[in-house]
């Protein structure tokens, strides 16, 4: 099982692209656990997830929380702002899944 953190500025912005990125995994056959949170709550949800990527809007907390990332060993990035603005779920998913091999 694949647990795939997204945080964003409310946690409502990447509520589709979760949906879009559910769909990508299920047509690949894999399991994966994929939810959004708000960036208060991104530090507590961390500790659950393979991976973190922020919202483009929220670029500017990714030093912020790539010190608690690293601390538990969790591959953290930016999501591309094409592939945010487009919904690209299956795009975010496959970014998601190279950071995980890393």
């Not at 964003?8 to 894999?30: D, Q």
């Amino acid at each position: 099982m694949k647990r795939i953190l997204l945080a964003c500025s409310s946690g409502m912005s990447t509520s589709l692209l979760v949906k879009k990125m559910e769909e990508a995994a299920e047509e690949k056959g894999i399991e994966a656990d994929i939810w959004a949170v708000s960036n208060d709550k991104a530090k507590t949800d961390m500790a659950k997830a393979d991976v973190l990527l922020i919202g483009p809007q929220m670029r500017f907390m990714k030093k912020k929380l790539e010190k608690t990332a690293g601390e538990l060993n969790i591959p953290l990035d930016v999501i591309d702002p094409v592939a945010y603005g487009r919904v690209d779920g299956e795009a975010v998913l496959n970014k998601a899944l190279e950071l995980m091999e890393k």
